[in-house]
């Protein structure tokens, strides 16, 4: 079972720490409008930022029934004869159903790790058809594929990302406060990155393991054993033509950028590619490009 850690750190770090890992920030405070607990949020959040990469939130006001139910309906999405779900089988834009897959991720593979032993039902940010994206089929921005003989699914699950999208954009002003050079530099963009920000949501079902009552989940190379809830998580990432760059106040001619410019939308192409299998052929940035550097892969 995951556990929360406590630990001594700095006046920066939080103090809960997820699985030794993962800091676990508390925005409740925030969210309320308390501006101490804004400046204390966004410290904390910095220092995730610098050391980690990842964090949680606690305290951040969606509603466990919604949070209940939406779990409830992906098992019920997971509970469905294989056929149903293949008829929504994952597609170039990385929306639908993932099956289980007996071979790893180039990425993976290269590091000599075993396959996910998990099957995912991805979702995006909703759209409509005469969406200029979707009229485009601009890549990662198609319509969702929902299932039409699950009553109640729909509005379940939307009403869950829509929660989380609300979420985001209340917690943009702590990212702000934790770094506002990046945030001036959007602000002074011709294309903000958060014009049309991306959101991605995937329902995850694991390997039922050999003891009653548990699963065995296996990311990557971390394995885990814990009770067969299903898991969902979702992410927030800027707008695809949105240049990530080292920010002005972070490099000089004595110390300049280690990684040269790349378009959001080219990086999260390349990610896919090594990341899942059915993409692993298409056309993306060579790795001399992206260049993520040791520190990156390592905790992939």
Same mark, same amino acid.
């Given at each position: 079972m995951t556990q929360i850690a406590e630990r001594a750190v700095t006046d920066q770090a939080p103090t809960a720490i997820?699985?030794?890992?993962?800091?676990?920030?508390?925005?409740?405070?925030?969210?309320?409008?308390?501006?101490?607990?804004?400046?204390?949020a966004a410290t904390q959040l910095r220092w995730a930022f610098e050391n980690i990469g990842f964090y949680y939130l606690l305290g951040h006001g969606v509603p466990q029934s919604l949070i209940d139910r939406t779990y409830e309906e992906a098992a019920r999405f997971h509970a469905q004869p294989m056929a149903r779900k293949l008829a929504l089988k994952v597609n170039e834009h990385n929306i639908g159903y993932l099956p289980i897959s007996n071979a790893a991720s !180039?990425? &993976? %593979?290269?590091?000599?790790?075993?396959?996910s032993q998990n099957e995912a039902y991805f979702l995006r940010r909703e759209r409509a058809l005469?969406?200029?994206?979707?009229?485009a089929n601009q890549r990662f921005h198609g319509l969702n594929q929902w299932p039409d003989d699950l009553p109640g699914f729909h509005a379940t699950t939307l009403e869950y990302i829509r929660a989380l999208e609300a979420l985001c954009r209340h917690c943009?002003?702590?990212?702000?406060?934790?770094?506002?050079?990046?945030?001036?530099?959007?602000?002074?963009?011709?294309?903000?990155?958060?014009?049309?920000?991306?959101? !991605?949501? &995937? %329902?995850?079902?694991?390997?039922?393991g050999p003891t009653s009552g548990f699963c065995r989940r296996r990311i990557g190379r971390a394995t885990f054993r814990t009770r067969c809830?299903?898991?969902?998580?979702?992410?927030?990432?800027p707008d695809h033509d949105t240049l990530i760059e080292c920010l002005p106040s972070c490099r000089s001619a004595d110390q300049p950028a280690k990684y040269p410019p790349i378009?959001?939308?080219?990086?999260?192409?390349?990610?896919?590619r090594k990341s899942y299998e059915h993409m692993a052929h298409e056309p993306a940035l060579p790795d001399t490009v992206v260049a993520p550097g040791a520190r990156a892969t390592a905790r992939w």
């Open positions: 997820i699985a030794g890992a993962i800091p676990l920030i508390d925005v409740a405070g925030h969210l309320d409008g308390d501006a101490s607990s804004s400046r204390k !180039s990425q &993976a %593979a290269a590091q000599g790790r075993k396959p005469d969406d200029p994206a979707v009229i943009r002003r702590t990212v702000c406060r934790a770094c506002p050079s990046c945030c001036r530099a959007d602000a002074g963009s011709t294309r903000p990155a958060s014009r049309a920000p991306m959101s !991605s949501t &995937a %329902a995850t079902s694991y390997i039922a809830a299903m898991q969902s998580r979702s992410s927030a990432t378009r959001f939308g080219d990086y999260a192409l390349w990610f896919a």
